[in-house]
């Protein structure tokens, strides 16, 4: 097989698809949800997790202020949401949340609020963060986890359909396809180290 040779500025794509995540963040009254991608665990002791945001978005505001934010783990069948609430900025649209058609509930262990209707949660407290070029690199830790009954040690996809983040094009993402691919992605068996 021959590699094709793939811009640097554009090798972050290599990734996807990858899991869509809203992450919830409140500070002094003011909330808001946004789809990240750039996610991931960097820890299991302590349990760190990290996220990129762009300080130009509006939640990366709340994120900064408040000193947490949670990680909102939703099933495909909140597609819609999840590209609505990347579409609009609360910094324009007071009503984002109900526009978008999302909930927030009180957090159990963080001062903010999560997604009602997750199928689980990560509560977090920002330990650290690090200017990393046009984004930033919140290092936080897990102060609070919980899952629906489908998660047992690992996913069990009885009840969970992934919502999967394939990228966008023209600023706009195909909707279906991320519909489509974490239809199938349940179907696909999925890899165990043994860890």
Known sequence: MKLQEVEPSKAYRLFYPTLAVLLSASFKGEDDVIPVVSHCSLSFDPPL?????SPKNYTHKLVKSSGCFAFNIVDVEMAKSIFASGDISARNEKKKLSVV???LQK???IHGKTVKGALSVI???????????????FIARCEQAYASEDFNEYWQFKQYSPALYIGSTGGKVKKHRLAELSRKFSEFPYIHTGR
């Open 101 to 103: 058609g999302l909930e």
């Open 107 to 109: 957090a159990r262990k």
């Open 49 to 53: 997790f990290g996220v990129a945001i």
């Open 123 to 137: 509560e977090c407290g920002i330990q650290q963060t690090i200017q990393t070029g046009d984004h930033d690199l």
